[in-house]
């Protein structure tokens, strides 16, 4: 990976993880805007100060590392978020279950035992499942990002008339 890569591909990484880590903003994800703007940050920091255009394939690069990257990051932030969330989503399960009369014995305890142990299963789950959607769709948004930050060619520049021809004497 060149030198010139790695700073966008770090900010690209942490666009993604973080954005799709957090409980609300999270929701997103639902179509993909974390993951594919991860990829899309990258191409935009990649071409930022180039005179040239970014190649399609330099773009993909870009989307498919931030996209690893992100997921890393998603589990590294899950962590704490889970740590914080998790009092209050066994609150919110305890109070349905107390408020559900019909719930058979064996749900009401598989729900109880879900969520004990929701934490460090959740987030490993998490992980796999955003470096898969990570690896796919930050690398479309790469190569959308390529597409998109391009900059235009400017015009060529008129051509001039042509002078008349000279009589020939």
Do not use: K
């Not at 978020?81 to 408020?99: D, K």
């Amino acid at each position: 990976m060149s030198p010139t890569l790695l700073q966008p591909v770090l900010f690209g990484g942490l666009f993604m993880g973080v954005l799709s880590a957090l409980p609300i903003i999270s929701l997103g994800n639902c179509c993909c805007l974390w993951v594919m703007g991860g990829g899309m940050v990258t191409s935009y920091l990649t071409q930022h100060g180039r005179t040239e255009p970014m190649q399609l394939g330099e773009g993909a690069l870009g989307g498919f590392l931030a996209g690893v990257l992100g997921a890393v990051v998603y589990a590294v932030v899950s962590i704490p978020v889970q740590l914080v969330t998790a009092p209050i989503q066994r609150g919110l399960l305890e109070g349905w279950l107390n408020s559900a009369a019909d719930v058979p014995p064996e749900a009401r305890e598989m729900l109880e035992r879900f969520g004990d142990s929701s934490g460090v299963v959740g987030v490993l789950v998490g992980f796999l499942f955003m470096l898969m959607v990570g690896m796919i769709f930050t690398t479309v948004g790469g190569l959308l990002g390529a597409l998109v930050f391009r900059p235009t060619q400017p015009a060529a520049p008129p051509v001039p008339p042509l002078p008349p021809p000279q009589p020939q004497t």
